[in-house]
C-alpha cells in the first residue's frame, strides 16, 4: 500500500519561504505523477503542482513564479519550494500520487499558515 508522508508545514511571515517535502513508500511500482494539492477552509481542494518521472511540471497560475517543485533521484520523493509566501496561501497541503493519470495516493497533510 503506498504510503505518502508530508513535512515541513509551519507558521511563516507575508514574503517568507517555506519547503515541504514527502516521501512515498510501501510500493512496488513507478510513481509517476507526483505533486501538491491544497485545501483552505470552506474551499475546495485545489491543484498546486504536478511533475512526472520524465520532468514536465503543471503548475497552478496563482503560484507560478513563487513556487518549484522538483522530485529526488529516486523519483520516490518529491518537495515543493514555496517563496514569496501571501496570506492566501494559507492551507493545509497535500502531496498527491499515481502511476499515471490523477492522483489516487494522498498523504495526511500539513499545515501551512502565512501570517500578515
Known amino acids: 500500500q503506498v504510503r505518502l508522508v508530508e513535512s515541513g508545514g509551519g507558521l511563516v511571515q507575508a514574503g517568507g519561504s517555506l519547503k515541504l517535502s514527502c516521501a512515498a513508500s510501501?510500493?512496488?511500482?513507478?510513481?509517476?505523477?507526483m505533486g501538491w494539492y491544497r485545501q483552505a477552509p470552506g474551499k475546495e481542494r485545489e491543484l498546486v503542482a504536478l511533475?512526472?518521472?520524465?520532468?514536465?511540471?503543471n503548475y497552478a497560475d496563482f503560484v507560478k513564479g513563487r513556487f518549484t517543485i522538483s522530485r529526488g533521484n529516486a523519483k520516490n520523493s518529491v518537495s515543493l519550494q514555496m517563496n514569496s509566501l501571501k496570506p492566501e496561501d494559507t492551507a493545509v497541503y497535500y502531496c498527491?500520487?499515481?502511476?499515471?493519470?490523477?492522483?489516487?495516493?494522498w498523504g495526511q497533510g500539513t499545515q501551512v499558515t502565512v501570517s500578515s
Open positions: 511533475m512526472t518521472t520524465s520532468g514536465p511540471t
Open positions: 498527491a500520487a499515481a502511476r499515471w493519470g490523477n492522483p489516487n495516493y
Open positions: 510501501g510500493y512496488g511500482f513507478v510513481l509517476n505523477i
